[in-house]
């Protein structure tokens, strides 16, 4: 590492092995990154850091934290604002608060704090995120908010205020119970939703788990995603009719039945193709289907009686696993400016950040190996691992659009599967052994990522991709399912969703055309799913377009495109009148999810939850604390919001009552608009208690029950 004269000598002779590099800035990220840059020397991290807009050097060290780094920002901030006035004189205001909204906190209070959660952490064997957890912000206000109304001059115990262990796993069967009720009443309501299901094994207790989450469009147009449960199964066998039956059971809790209008998401192994094949939709998940070509073309030599023929690749694969395996096992990690990460089998695409991180830190890996295992080292071929790394990266992003639980993916299935199979084609300057493993996923993409019905008209539905530029050949037959599907709405007498058939889907074989010259010249950091948007085009001629309904007409020549963070579900929204059966398409069939990841995340938490310091907690209980871990704050603002509606409904009721009783009803325009801001003005008083409410409130939850403590928790 070279010393602070020596990076600025580096830096007034304009050395070409020096590089200032700004950090890439993410949520977790601090906000200081967005003042300060990198130095590296010959490709190697420095341990200062340059300011953007005094380019002065500060030493860093990620043990130290980024304090230092933020006071020189307040500093130069305040030193660039008055250097007109005061040539840089200090002003006595840089001390104190400049803005009345924020409290003042004294510094020592901070140090106090600061000092109990670091305790925090050590003597209860906690992470460091559990500091900034959602659960414990709340735990801390209250407990802040509690104190504000005891007496000042007393000393209060605080095991006089906590609750028990056994308090608590009673108080969660108890708000369980109630959240319960509202999520079947709100089930009650549902016409058109989708089901996703998967299963998991404990490993600490040999318990397997059923994972079941709901999702629907809601009446504004949000996708909402409720999970029914984690339930123990507990049926003897594992067959397609025990497991239908299970989920079946389940469903009922909550006044839900599969039938031909309901879609199912589910992995596509054997077992879960054959328990919804009938009676039911089911999609099967894109993402499992893209990790199992993956996880087939660098592990198996042979899968469906054909040869993989991917030697290469699978031996820079496994040589880098067992290097990486010895490094972990070694504890050499420290000598390494990057620790090398390992992989889970149930998500394949992990194997492309431990390559990647491999990559990375190739050069390094001589000082922490020897003997067999340096030998395999100077045996790999570093390009080729280059370009592995390069090619799985587009799957890693295509994987991580799909896997988005919070907006709707449907739509992206098509696009992005013609997107990776466009990054199969064979370039000039690839490896022979990436060549044999873009041939393999190019075929086993084509056959086994099955295209059916939703996918061409969800695709088509979303107004950046209905001209379908990204594949071309595929957009007569979105057209014809969606005229199939407006006929079928039209002519349908009752109250019932229609569906699309997905049964007689196949899969499509002329999906490899190539989008336009424009579109190819697209940067490659441009964001995966934006490379796939349509061009701008020209104003179509509604009556050009052949079709029995002039509502499509008009939407296939309407040129709106979204944005890549506009939200699809607001358009429908916003032009639901103007396309009523178009929308109510968008709103059965974008509630379907392009994965199962839902579920995938709660047994993610689940894990946490059973940790081996828990086996002894009871299934049961297991099942309640992750149905309020991902339900309990969106049930909330669902109750919220049902207040809100509420005391709306009754000061309008008032008010009709009162205006009815006068000599005149009618109330001119400037009299509306105060009538509204009385409204809106009184409304806001009487819900100001929710607003830095995270997950509890009086009016919502019912705490006038006093739980008594006898027994010992029984978990």
């Excluded at 039938?259 to 993402?287: H, L, P, W």
């Excluded at 309640?624 to 709306?648: G, H, T």
Aim: net charge neutral; aromatic share 8%.
């Amino acid at each position: 590492m070279l010393t602070k004269k020596e990076i600025e000598e580096l830096i007034d002779n304009q050395n070409s092995s020096l590089k200032i590099v700004k950090p890439t800035v993410t949520q977790k990220s601090s906000d200081v990154w967005n003042f300060f840059s990198h130095i590296y020397v010959n490709d190697v991290k420095q341990e200062y850091v340059m300011c953007n807009k005094c380019r002065v050097l500060l030493i860093y060290k990620h043990s130290s934290g980024t304090h230092s780094l933020s006071k020189h920002i307040r500093y130069c901030q305040n030193t660039t604002t008055t250097a007109k006035v005061s040539e840089v004189q200090t002003n006595i205001k840089q001390y104190y608060e400049h803005s009345k909204n924020e409290s003042y906190i004294p510094n020592r209070t901070k140090q106090e704090i600061r000092a109990a959660c670091t305790e925090f952490v050590i003597f209860d064997s906690r992470s460091f995120k559990t500091i900034g957890g959602k659960g414990f912000k709340n735990l801390a206000q209250k407990i802040f908010n509690a104190g504000r109304y005891l007496p000042v001059t007393r000393e209060i115990n605080i095991e006089n205020l906590l609750p028990t262990p056994t308090t608590v796993s009673r108080y969660i069967d108890q708000l369980y119970d109630e959240k319960h009720k509202q999520l079947v009443s709100i089930c009650q309501n549902l016409i058109s939703y989708t089901i996703v299901v998967d299963f998991w094994k404990d490993s600490f207790t040999g318990i397997q788990y059923c994972g079941i989450s709901l999702h629907h469009t809601s009446n504004d147009w949000k996708l909402q995603c409720f999970v029914l449960g984690c339930y123990p199964y507990d049926l003897e066998s594992h067959s397609a009719i025990n497991t239908r039956k299970f989920v079946e059971s389940k469903l009922s809790d909550f006044g839900l039945k599969l039938n031909d209008s309901i879609y199912v998401v589910s992995d596509n192994e054997t077992k879960m193709i054959a328990t919804f094949k009938s009676n039911c939709q089911r999609i099967g998940c894109a993402v499992h289907y893209i990790n199992k070509q993956l996880e087939h073309g660098f592990n198996k030599e042979e899968i469906d009686k054909l040869p993989v023929a991917c030697d290469a690749v699978q031996n820079v694969f496994d040589c880098v696993k067992k290097i990486v395996a010895h490094i972990k096992k070694s504890q050499k990690q420290t000598k390494l400016s990057k620790r090398v990460q390992t992989y889970s089998e149930t998500r394949f695409n992990g194997a492309y950040h431990m390559l990647r991180i491999f990559f990375e830190i190739f050069d390094e890996l001589t000082m922490v190996l020897d003997g067999v295992n340096l030998n395999q080292y100077f045996l790999l071929d570093k390009d080729l691992l280059e370009q592995i790394c390069l090619f799985l990266k587009v799957f890693d992003e295509v994987i991580e659009q799909l896997s988005d639980d919070k907006r709707p993916t449907i739509y992206k299935v098509l696009p992005l599967r013609q997107r990776l199979l466009n990054e199969c084609k064979i370039q000039d300057n690839d490896h022979i052994g990436l060549q044999k493993l873009k041939q393999f996923l190019s075929s086993r993409i084509q056959t086994k990522l099955v295209l059916h019905d939703v996918h061409f008209v969800s695709t088509f539905l979303h107004p950046s991709f209905k001209q379908f530029q990204i594949a071309p050949n595929e957009k007569q037959k979105a057209i014809d399912l969606v005229k199939a599907e407006i006929v079928k709405r039209q002519s349908s007498a009752t109250s019932e969703p229609s569906v699309i058939d997905i049964n007689s889907s196949s899969s499509t074989k002329s999906s490899t055309t190539p989008k336009s010259q424009q579109l190819k010249a697209t940067t490659t950091t441009q964001n995966i799913l934006a490379q796939c948007f349509d061009l701008p085009t020209e104003d179509e001629d509604p009556l050009a377009v052949p079709s029995p309904d002039q509502e499509l007409m008009e939407y296939i020549a309407l040129n709106d495109i979204l944005q890549l963070d506009d939200d699809v579900l607001m358009f429908w929204k916003n032009n639901q009148n103007k396309f009523p059966i178009l929308s109510s398409i968008v709103a059965d069939i974008y509630s379907i999810p392009a994965s199962n990841t839902t579920v995938e995340r709660l047994f993610s938490s689940a894990g946490n939850t059973i940790s081996n310091r828990r086996t002894n907690l009871n299934p049961d209980k297991v099942n309640k604390v992750l149905f309020l871990n991902k339900n309990l704050l969106l049930l909330k603002e669902l109750d919220r919001q049902q207040l809100v509606n509420a005391q709306k409904k009754r000061k309008l009721s008032a008010m009709s009552t009162s205006s009815s009783s006068s000599s005149n009803n009618v109330y001119t325009h400037d009299e509306q608009e105060q009538l509204s801001s009385t409204l809106s003005s009184s409304t806001t008083k009487k819900i100001r208690t929710f607003d830095n409410d995270l997950f509890s409130d009086e009016d919502i939850i019912n705490k006038d029950t006093d739980i008594s403590i006898e027994d010992d928790e029984q978990e």
